[in-house]
T-cell receptor, first 114, second 115 residues
């Protein structure tokens, strides 16, 4: 089925370890987003991309890096994980043009940093 | 800057009774507003969206929401709750700054439905 696929679905990291979360979409969407979800805070935007090779900071970018080398993939990296980065991470994509239409979300990655 | 306030963190109803989830927004221009639902351990699903057409918006699963500009509200309602409606609901406004239309989420309302 077409959509947004996130890998892995679950991960436990030790403080200081690094990892990369992968988001892949097969809908040829221009825009892609990484959000984190924490209890009582809704979803907050970490980074986003408006096209291949471009990225921009969102609301809570510190401690994360991203790359969009291919249009269909948006990678979120944690260089040195901290317990404060324990969260559920959601990737989303949407087509360009109309802007507000057509967001599609992945099913999330649950990350625990111990 | 745009913002969203969901007035209730938890709402509990009995099956078959009406549902009301309240949302107020702040926007410097005509906003686009959405309601998303998240079932336990699942991703987010779009329930409905308001994009400056009809002020009463009908969504999936019998939900609807009314845009009231004078009250800056976008409350979500359903006439009769079903057990399967138990989930977390997010009111969302689209931030059009820079033309990139980022979504700004409320903190969420957890809906419990009792038999």
């Amino acid at each position: 089925n077409a959509g947004v696929t996130q890998t892995p679905k679950f991960r436990v990291l030790k403080t200081g370890q690094s990892m990369t979360l992968l988001c892949a979409q097969d809908m040829n969407h221009e825009y892609m987003y990484w959000y984190r979800q924490d209890p009582g805070m809704g979803l907050r935007l970490i980074h986003y991309s408006v096209g291949e090779g471009t990225t921009a900071k969102g609301e809570v970018p510190d401690g994360y890096n991203v790359s969009r080398l291919k249009k269909q993939n948006f990678l979120l990296g944690l260089e040195s994980a901290a317990p404060s980065q324990t969260s559920v991470y959601f990737c989303a994509s949407r087509p360009a043009g109309q802007g507000i239409y057509g967001y599609t979300f992945g099913s999330g990655t649950r990350l625990t940093v111990v | 800057a745009q913002s969203v306030t969901q007035l209730d963190s938890h709402v509990s109803v009995s099956e078959g009774t009406p549902v009301l989830l309240r949302c107020n927004y702040s926007s410097s221009y005509s906003p686009s507003l959405f309601w998303y639902v998240q079932h336990p351990n699942k991703g987010l699903q779009l329930l409905l969206k308001y994009t400056s057409a009809a002020t009463l918006v009908k969504g999936i699963n019998g939900f609807e929401a009314e845009f009231k500009k004078s009250e800056t509200s976008f409350h979500l309602t359903k006439p009769s709750a079903h057990m399967s409606d138990a989930a977390e609901y997010f009111c969302v406004v689209s931030d059009g700054a820079g033309g990139y239309n980022k979504l700004i989420f409320g903190a969420g309302t957890r809906l419990a439905v009792h038999p």
